[in-house]
């Protein structure tokens, strides 16, 4: 998540570069209230409203559930829009940063923990994708010294595969319908496996990479400070 243009987020009024990197004085100057946080926000409140429409008489009825689908449905496509917003017009604050992941899996989470409650999803399924996204999650906060992890090609395809799944899921779907929504999931929770264990690999590989420049980096000024001694 991340400036509107400065102008707007209360900066200096220069231009952002778009598809530029975002430097440190882009992140000081946006402004918290920008767009894409407003839309991380939405999320965020959309969260125990999505769990009362989805719980609502029993949750199985299925105009509330209905109801509960348009809220899912709010959720996913702000996801893909404060992203958007965030990487076009350097909308960066330290508040977007954190609380961007925190509604991702706030919202997914929801949804599958109250899925698995109503009986309509395996629990195994609920837990076999949250161990995941907490996983990755805690994970990059490990590696995020020595590099950020890319979001991968079936990393996004995992995000969508899951967001239809669910979706499939909240709707109170019967027939062929109700089939089809097994197999979507059926491939949401391989592509979570998947990608989960290709983010584990290019996690160890960062680490091992970063701290090799890291004890390069200690050896070559150790070398510099003993020739400059050895100077004297």
Known sequence: MTGVPASAAGGSGAKPVRGGKLGTA?????????????????????????VLLLLHNGGYDPAWRSFAWAAFAIAMITDLFDGHLARTYNLVTDFGKIADPIADKAIMGAALICLSYLGDLPWWVTGVILFREIGITLMRFWVIRHAVIPASRGGKMKTLAQGTAVGMYVLALTGPLATLRFWVMAVAVVLTVVTGLDYVRQAVVLRRKGLAAERAAAAGAAGSRDAAEAER
């Open 26 to 50: 882009a992140v000081n100057q946006a402004s918290l209230w920008n767009i894409a946080n407003l839309l991380t926000m939405l999320r965020l409140v959309l969260v125990p409203g999505f």
